[in-house]
């Protein structure tokens, strides 16, 4: 999970990529970068590591000059987060020079890898993903172009070929030195990717690619649509768009934990407000939750905060028990399921939450959260309700057990990390200390999300283990999680 965008203006384009990162920024803490270029295909490229507001100074921003340019926000699932150089974008010089930003999973990265060295020559510096993406996406350019000029056709047809060698999710924003911008999308459309447009002042239209809706609200851009399964999107030097479908066989299913934890409530991703999905998701939790647990068993409801809030809420409203906010959150401690390293995550908890014992004394509580993954924040927080002074603490989730390794681009990829996995939800009550625990239905999650939108299907591996690409084996799994565990 990261957070890209892109965006093709008339003015400088640094502070608009700037003041979208930090929008973004929810959906990672590792890395950032930002990449510009001029109109003479000059690129100008600054990143390191940490949060968008510290890796950036006045004199990177002076230097990033340019109307066109991408960004990035990285949560690391390939590579290593503490590593500078596989923060994004990666940049390669040929053909035409290409610098790329990508948010996604590659789960066919021995084939790719070995196929750049032995058969494309191409050398690889890292071990991220988007450096074998950048690659893959240069060599079959490099392949379709005959001369110095490059046709949006051309452009399309090597996205075509990328689709046909590449498995797993990918949404990628790049820029090619003196043409423009290219965003596409995988076949699957797992990871977000949404297009808008503003008029300039001089009439001409502008142009915005970003990985969450609110990014364009912010800057004011009208939503034109998401980019579809399997689309690229070009934008030229001179505000054209291009637009073609590369997939021979696209179908949108997108990723379920965007909605229930990755996301930004005030997002809108393929139709479907965030916020109102997780309205539904309480409401259906609220009726699982009271056919489990023994009536008169719930005081009062509290979520975790944030992004469990709206599921908590309309929990309570539902069973008609009081909603109260009982833990106070640290604005300044970053999200702990994206923190890389378990010693971080347990580190992180107790500086990011503080329970307030006059919400908890005597109380039977009633704790929502988005979901349970390692159960190292949730073992935490029970524990702190009770020093807190709660009666009893039964603990439900949002989201199904966690039971099997995500991995389309979350950090979730080897099964003996997932606390549901290989265990019946007693033994998962047991293990975090919880009186009960209540988990949303796989079946009530997908009916929450997908109401009332047009979207048919979703991914769900990490509940359900049906991995929609058709190409993860339980071979590709065991050697996830061995090179994990290595």
Known sequence: MCGIVGVVGQGLAN?????ALLLLQHRGQDSTGIATAEPTGVFHIAKARG?????????????????????????????????EEEAQPFYVNAPYGIVLVHNGNLTNTRELTSELFHKDRRHLNTSSDTELLVNVLANELQATVSGLDLTPDELFDAVARVHERVEGSYAAIALIAGHGLLAFRDPFGIRPLILGTRKAADGSYEWIVASESLVLENGEFEVVREVMPGEAVFIDLDGRLHTRQCATDPKLVPCSFEYVYLARPDSIMNGISVYEARLRMGERLARTIAKYTPEDSIDVVMPIPDSARPSAMEVARVLGVEYREGFYKNRYVGRTFIMPGQAARKKSVRQKLNAMSSEFKGKNVLLIDDSIVRGTTSKQIIQMARDAGAKSVTFASAAPPVRFPHVYGINMPTRHELVAHDRSIPEIAEELGADYVVYQEVEDLKAAILEGSDVEDLDMSCFDGRYVTGTVSDEYL????????S
């Open 478 to 485: 065991a050697w996830v999680e061995g090179s994990q565990e």
């Open 51 to 83: 949060q968008v507001r510290e890796a950036f100074r006045t004199r990177d921003m002076r230097a990033l000059l340019g109307n066109i340019g991408l960004g990035h926000v990285r949560y690391a699932t390939k590579g290593t987060a503490s590593s």
């Open 15 to 19: 502070q608009e990529i700037y003041d």
